[in-house]
């Protein structure tokens, strides 16, 4: 009875083992598959960052007049340059990141900026669009396709589902394709692109304050004096006595590479816009002396999307060892920017 007692507990021990052998096996399995979905989420993470190329305006304009067997009319390349920036926000490597729920788009902060940036360009330059450059004068009615559009673009851009910023977005799209295929419809289309000086003008001071937000905010990258407290600090009764210690305002170091970004998305757009915007206000820009300006500000656009070397964004001192890509971004912004200033002062003359 003894050897049957010690028996039945080796028999035990052997089992348990065995168990425990194969559980070692399955926590070697598990951590195998855990350690390889991190590096395929890491790889795919850095794919998916990559930012898009520019491509060239009149050929891509030129390949879809053919393909509708249409005439590139006046509106023809804004309208689509603007179906294929909106596409290029949701088809990239990756597609649309800014809504993801899990990895690798989940980590990801870059790109999501950079689609903001995108996005903040497609929203203004649709609004208008609707409000003024498709229509005649204050009393006009407003385009039907142009009406779904601008809404479908400010959609809540980290939507993931029901309904999915990208399907809204989508219809924003499918509503531009409707709209350009009316306006370059031979005879009598049923919509209309006025490509006058006052449009141009009024898009310009809405973006003209965009990026002067964009270059401050880069530009405070390494701190500096607030302007409203170096004017509260003036004593007008003693000229000549000493101002006070005045803040420093600063971007917060967790914010400077989402600003970088959200520059460079924006600077990609405008780029692509501003070459469509040649074209079809070519003869009011030759007849306003403004064409310098904008091959000026296509010129800052193209400096602000040089290729990045870095993989991080340095934020070296003004005249420090190490750069700092913010400062330079801020620079190539307000070039622009004062360029655009020129470009309006221009088309506000007779």
Same mark, same amino acid.
């Given at each position: 009875?003894?050897?049957?007692?010690?028996?039945?507990?080796?028999?035990?021990?052997?089992?348990?083992? =065995?168990?425990?052998?194969?559980?070692?096996?399955?926590?070697?399995?598990?951590?195998?598959?855990?350690?390889?979905?991190?590096?395929?989420?890491?790889?795919?993470?850095?794919?998916?960052?990559?930012?898009?190329?520019?491509? $060239?305006?009149?050929?891509?304009?030129?390949?879809?007049?053919?393909?509708?067997?249409?005439?590139?009319?006046?509106?023809?390349?804004?309208?689509?340059?603007?179906?294929?920036?909106?596409?290029?926000?949701?088809?990239?490597?990756?597609?649309?990141?800014?809504?993801?729920?899990?990895?690798?788009?989940?980590?990801?902060?870059?790109?999501?900026?950079?689609?903001?940036?995108?996005?903040?360009?497609?929203?203004?330059?649709?609004?208008?669009?609707?409000?003024?450059?498709?229509?005649?004068?204050?009393?006009?009615?407003?385009?039907? =396709?142009?009406?779904?559009?601008?809404?479908?673009?400010?959609?809540?851009?980290?939507?993931?589902?029901?309904?999915?910023?990208?399907?809204?977005?989508?219809?924003?799209?499918?509503?531009?394709?409707?709209?350009?295929?009316?306006?370059?419809?031979?005879?009598?289309?049923?919509?209309?692109?006025?490509?006058?000086?006052?449009?141009?003008?009024?898009?310009?001071?809405?973006?003209? #304050?965009?990026?002067?937000?964009?270059?401050? #905010?880069?530009?405070?990258?390494?701190?500096?004096?607030?302007?409203? =407290?170096?004017?509260?600090?003036?004593?007008?009764?003693?000229?000549?006595?000493?101002?006070?210690?005045?803040?420093?305002?600063?971007?917060?170091?967790?914010?400077?590479?989402?600003?970088?970004?959200?520059?460079?998305?924006?600077?990609?757009?405008?780029?692509?816009?501003?070459?469509?915007?040649?074209?079809?206000?070519?003869?009011?820009?030759?007849?306003?002396?403004?064409?310098?300006?904008?091959?000026?500000?296509?010129?800052?656009?193209?400096?602000?999307?040089?290729?990045?070397?870095?993989?991080?964004?340095?934020?070296?001192?003004?005249?420090?060892?190490?750069?700092?890509?913010?400062?330079?971004?801020?620079?190539?912004? $307000?070039?622009?920017?004062?360029?655009?200033?020129?470009?309006?002062?221009?088309?506000?003359?007779?």
């Amino acid at each position: 009875m003894p050897g049957r007692i010690r028996q039945y507990f080796r028999d035990r021990k052997d089992d348990v083992q =065995d168990y425990s052998g194969g559980g070692a096996v399955v926590g070697k399995l598990i951590l195998i598959v855990l350690i390889v979905c991190l590096l395929v989420a890491v790889v795919l993470g850095m794919y998916w960052s990559s930012e898009p190329e520019p491509y $060239s305006v009149r050929e891509h304009t030129r390949s879809v007049a053919t393909a509708m067997d249409r005439e590139p009319v006046a509106g023809f390349a804004t309208t689509v340059t603007m179906i294929r920036v909106a596409e290029t926000l949701l088809d990239k490597p990756g597609g649309y990141i800014s809504n993801d729920i899990f990895p690798p788009g989940l980590w990801m902060d870059n790109m999501p900026n950079w689609e903001y940036g995108v996005l903040v360009q497609l929203r203004d330059l649709s609004r208008a669009m609707r409000k003024d450059i498709s229509r005649s004068q204050s009393q006009s009615a407003e385009d039907p =396709d142009l009406i779904v559009a601008e809404p479908q673009f400010h959609f809540d851009s980290g939507s993931w589902a029901i309904p999915s910023t990208e399907a809204e977005y989508r219809q924003g799209i499918n509503a531009l394709n409707r709209y350009l295929d009316r306006l370059s419809r031979a005879g009598q289309p049923s919509a209309q692109f006025f490509a006058r000086a006052d449009n141009l003008s009024n898009w310009l001071a809405d973006l003209e #304050t965009r990026l002067g937000s964009l270059s401050r #905010t880069l530009g405070e990258s390494v701190g500096k004096a607030s302007v409203s =407290d170096a004017v509260s600090s003036i004593n007008s009764d003693d000229p000549l006595m000493e101002e006070a210690a005045r803040e420093e305002v600063k971007t917060a170091w967790m914010d400077i590479d989402n600003v970088f970004y959200e520059a460079r998305g924006s600077s990609w757009a405008l780029l692509h816009i501003f070459k469509a915007i040649e074209v079809d206000f070519r003869k009011v820009l030759t007849d306003k002396n403004a064409m310098a300006s904008v091959k000026q500000i296509i010129i800052e656009l193209e400096g602000a999307q040089g290729v990045m070397w870095s993989p991080v964004i340095l934020n070296g001192s003004g005249f420090g060892v190490l750069a700092n890509h913010s400062l330079t971004m801020a620079a190539y912004l $307000s070039r622009a920017s004062a360029a655009i200033s020129d470009m309006r002062d221009l088309l506000s003359r007779g």
